[in-house]
C-alpha cells in the first residue's frame, strides 16, 4: 500500500513539474494576452524573471522525482511563486485574476504536506551545520 501511495504522488508530483514547465515556457513565449496581463499588473518587466523562477521550479519538481531530498524543497518553490502571482493580481484588484493562481497553489501545497519530511530533513540538515 506504502509503494503505491508513493506511485501516486511521484505521478502528482510530475503532472505539477509538466504544468510549472508549460506555464514557464508560456511566460518565455510571452503571447501578447500574458504581455497584456502582466503590463495591467504593473510587472511586464517580471515577464522573464517569471519565466525563469516557473521552469526551475518545473525542473526541480523533475528531478526531485531522482534525488532525495529535492521534492520538498521544489514543492515550497512553486507555492512561494503562486503565492507571489497572487499577491500581485490582489495588489490591483484582480480578484478574478487570482484564481489562476490560487488553483495551482492548491495542488503544490498538497505536495509541499506530502512531501514534508523531505524539506524538514533539509532545514533540520541546516541548523545542525
Not at 526541480?60 to 531530498?69: E, M, V
Amino acid at each position: 500500500m506504502q509503494e503505491q501511495s508513493s506511485r501516486r504522488t511521484q505521478i502528482f508530483q510530475a503532472v505539477l513539474g509538466i504544468t510549472f514547465l508549460g506555464f514557464g515556457t508560456l511566460h518565455l513565449i510571452a503571447p501578447p494576452f500574458i504581455e497584456e496581463s502582466m503590463t495591467a499588473l504593473g510587472i511586464e518587466w517580471m515577464l522573464p524573471i517569471v519565466a525563469i523562477v516557473e521552469i526551475i521550479g518545473g525542473l526541480a519538481l523533475f528531478a526531485g522525482l531522482r534525488i532525495s531530498g529535492l521534492s520538498g524543497l521544489a514543492a515550497l518553490w512553486v507555492s512561494a511563486t503562486m503565492i507571489g502571482a497572487i499577491i500581485a493580481h490582489l495588489r490591483v484588484g484582480d480578484f478574478a485574476g487570482s484564481f489562476a493562481p490560487l488553483t495551482f497553489l492548491v495542488p503544490a501545497l498538497v505536495l509541499v504536506y506530502l512531501k514534508r519530511a523531505d524539506w524538514q530533513r533539509f532545514i533540520s540538515a541546516q541548523h545542525t551545520s
